[in-house]
């Protein structure tokens, strides 16, 4: 019997050649983007699977009802208090810097090391690293202890076995005494060397406002992590609100809301990756992935309506064999098991071709994420075979009890040719098909227009041309050293103008504080610079005047702002010039003498904050933060001029150090990165979403019209035009695409919508993509249809008319 059912089931392969390629293309297809999303998705969870303490271990954020943002930090007060008060912590452990690189000294070799962290001392009871020499028992105890990993231990030494050796950095000698290794699995915590900053630790140790820190905490094992949570708000929160609140006469209501934190989030460290709302080691992106794991499914999903549909328009085909069947006794059971086998063949070859294509597209999808994802875990191959079984009973479940139920005497009378069963069916399920087909046509146009306009935004500056260079060298008096380089670069040949920023586009790297003006308090960014430094990146000055170090007020306290700066505090511009805001930065009050144009700092997606502009030496520590240098290139020759830069820098500035440079306009584009890769993907699936649609559109009207043949050839004959017969066929065709587009307009409209909500800076919700997707369905629809319709009209008659 099964072999029967095998060689019925070829046969009609044969016979519907052009059904079985699309039916096996559209699902190679939709299980090949299923499978490389899931491969992406399984990928991105497997972070910090390795550790064994991984159940216990929680990484805290803060959130802010101010704000209505999550901050990934905490101050040292806060984490000490919540072990000694907060019922269910175990221990925390801080981080303070991560990605650090420095250039150190061993016995015999200089050796720039990247990728560094400062923690506290319990760093390894958290992550327990597997250990190769030394002792993990106080190994970050004291200020001049530091762990290495092997390859540290290696670049610097050429061995391992290195504990006890000693290291040279930042004019410090240092005493190895750990040597471990990183382990394999995925993990965003992978340290080449780590130390324990004691002495800014114990400085900050009672500074409840400094939030600088990174924290996990250990919960005791059946700790309920939302019970600490609200522990914290009540012991944590509240206790240091009372304590700073009472100076400044605030309740702890009033504290709370206006400098918050005013809530806590525990996110377990395995799922930080892809579930936190802020994290110290990168923003996570779960919403991006499930959105795209959600469009591969809707591609496997058009592939089963694919075969739902054409299986049933094929039904009078099969409609005879059916009959014959039940008349000699076959069951409706076995009729099922018998075209669920049909199916199951197809869904199982094209698992296989799936295989091979997933396999010839992983190179690709590694380089596009920077990941090197391997086909080695059976969970995808148990994913996607679940998948097709899925597929299989689906798409295979119910033409096959459409099929089964024909009766017999009716089918072997021919009659089921005129029968209108199955209609309503077959028509739904397009109609399906091409709603998805529309939403993706739509999706993909709102995508494309809001990151052009992102690109095409003005910025509010100008970074062509501007180059930038860290200092990797720390340096004792590093304003100093900005100074001088400001005189020395300036002569090399290429350079036209330098100038110093901390707030620099696209970098990330800013402090804030609170700026408080009777009783009002804002939170704003610092911009502590060089006095040519705005006109330097050509932002525009609005009202008032630029910063003059020949003013010597412009070097005590005087100051300017952005015009976010003047929404936030609710002033118009005049009233600006006439108040003096009390930074927390400095003890005495500060001027307003000018206001800037707003302009991006960090990126399109986040609105433009409050800036505070300042000469880096009007405070007695912001010249300490001086990082970089920014010089201005001349257009004529700027791959010579660099190189000239690069020789300059390494030869008399930081020897021994890379030359850590980028210009600003490239560095601002990097954070539209991520947007443009959401374009390529979407692109991507929308082709293979019309892709699959159109073909099984064709299939499935090439079914149906040469079921009309007879009806073509009466109409024919009777006189009827090619013109009038091609549009008769298509005209059903088109009634289901134009409504599959208005239902997915209100769809469409809501889910994009929301999507665009994450941006700042935004399109307003476009109609032409509304119409033009409407357009192009139904030009596509009628292209696709009409091949076919125009085929049928030069239908031979006598062929057809002969027994009429």
């Known amino acids: 019997m099964l072999t029967n059912w095998i060689k019925i089931a070829l046969i009609n392969y044969k016979k519907n050649w052009l059904s079985t390629f699309i039916n096996l293309f559209g699902l190679t297809i939709g299980l090949t983007g299923f499978m490389l999303i899931l491969m992406h998705w399984n990928d991105e969870e497997s972070y910090e699977k390795w550790n064994p303490k991984k159940e216990s271990i929680y990484f805290f954020q803060s959130y802010s009802k101010k704000n209505k943002s999550y901050g990934n930090n905490i101050s040292i007060p806060m984490a000490k208090r919540a072990k000694e008060v907060v019922p269910g912590v175990q221990d925390y452990v801080l981080l303070s810097g991560s990605g650090i690189g420095l250039k150190m000294i061993a016995k015999n070799k200089t050796f720039y090391q990247q990728e560094g962290m400062e923690v506290s001392e319990n760093f390894f009871n958290f992550f327990p690293f597997k250990l190769v020499a030394g002792s993990y028992k106080d190994a970050l105890k004291s200020e001049n202890s530091i762990a290495l990993s092997t390859t540290a231990a290696n670049n610097l030494f050429g061995r391992t076995n290195v504990a006890g050796e000693s290291i040279k950095f930042d004019n410090k000698n240092y005493i190895v005494t750990a040597v471990y290794e990183l382990p394999e699995g995925n993990s965003q915590i992978k340290p080449e060397f780590l130390f324990n900053p004691v002495r800014q630790m114990k400085d900050n140790e009672n500074s409840w406002g400094n939030f600088s820190y990174g924290c996990f905490f250990m919960l005791k094992k059946g700790t309920d992590p939302l019970t600490v949570q609200h522990k914290f708000i009540k012991d944590i929160f509240e206790y240091r609100a009372a304590l700073d609140g009472k100076s400044s006469g605030l309740s702890v209501k009033q504290y709370m809301d206006l400098y918050g934190p005013t809530d806590s989030l525990l996110t377990p460290l395995d799922r930080l990756k892809l579930h936190a709302e802020a994290s ?275 070097t005590i306290n005087n100051i300017m702002v952005n015009e976010a700066f003047i929404r936030k505090f609710g002033w118009n511009e005049e009233d600006a010039f006439k108040n003096e805001i009390q930074p927390g930065f400095d003890d005495k009050k500060y001027k307003i003498v000018g206001i800037v144009k707003d302009f991006n700092v960090r990126s399109l997606k986040t609105e433009i904050e409050p800036v505070v502009f300042f000469h880096y030496m009007q405070t007695k520590w912001k010249r300490f933060n001086v990082y970089n240098i920014q010089l201005k290139i001349e257009p004529n020759d700027i791959d010579g001029t660099v190189k000239r830069l690069k020789t300059y820098w390494q030869s008399n500035v930081e020897p021994g150090y890379p030359f850590d440079y980028y210009f600003l306009d490239q560095k601002f584009a990097k954070t539209f990165e991520m947007y443009q890769k959401q374009q390529t993907l979407f692109t991507i699936l929308n082709a293979m979403v019309l892709m699959v649609a159109l073909l099984g559109l064709f299939a499935l009207s090439s079914l149906m019209i040469e079921q009309k043949l007879k009806d073509v050839a009466i109409r024919k004959t009777l006189g009827a035009s090619d013109h009038t017969l091609v549009f008769g066929l298509t005209r059903q065709f088109l009634w289901i695409a134009t409504i599959a587009v208005l239902i997915s307009i209100p769809i469409c409209y809501f889910l994009m919508n929301e999507w665009l909500k994450d941006f700042a800076y935004r399109i307003d919700m476009p109609v032409w993509p509304f119409i033009l997707s409407f357009l192009v369905l139904l030009g596509l629809t009628f292209a696709v249809v009409s091949i076919k319709a125009y085929k049928a009209t030069k239908v031979d008659l006598i062929k057809y008319l002969k027994y009429e």
């Open 280 to 554: 110290w080691f990168g923003n996570p992106d779960f919403k991006t992935l499930l959105i795209l794991f959600t469009l591969s499914v809707l591609i496997v999903v058009l592939s089963a309506i694919n075969f739902i549909n054409l299986k049933t328009a094929q039904a009078s085909q099969r409609a005879k064999e059916i009959g014959v069947r039940k008349a000699i006794g076959s069951t409706k059971s076995n009729l099922i098991l018998q075209f669920l086998l049909e199916t199951f063949v197809i869904c199982i070859a094209s698992y296989l071709l799936s295989l091979a294509l997933t396999e010839l597209l992983l190179p690709s999808l590694n380089k596009f994420y920077d990941k090197d994802i391997k086909m080695n875990d059976w969970h995808i191959y148990a994913y996607s075979l679940g998948m097709v079984t899925l597929v299989t009973i689906i798409s295979g479940l119910i033409p096959a009890i459409y099929l089964s139920n024909f009766k017999a005497i009716e089918t072997l009378k021919g009659n089921f040719a005129r029968s209108k069963h199955g209609v309503w069916l077959r028509n739904g399920i397009l109609t399906l098909q091409l709603v998805i087909s529309s939403f993706f046509i739509i999706g993909g146009l709102i995508v494309h227009q809001q990151v052009k306009y992102m690109m095409n935004k003005d910025l509010g500056y100008s970074g062509r041309q501007i180059l930038m260079i860290n200092f990797g060298e720390n340096s004792d008096k590093p304003w100093l050293k900005y100074e001088r380089l400001r005189t020395e670069m300036k002569k090399i040949q290429g350079v036209s103008d330098v100038s110093y920023g901390e707030a620099v586009p696209g970098v990330g790297r800013y402090g804030s504080s609170n700026m408080d003006f009777m009783g009002k308090s804002i939170q704003a960014q610092h911009g502590s610079m060089d006095y040519n430094y705005l006109k330097f990146i050509n932002v525009k000055l609005k009202k008032g005047r630029w910063l003059d170090p020949n003013l010597s007020s412009d």
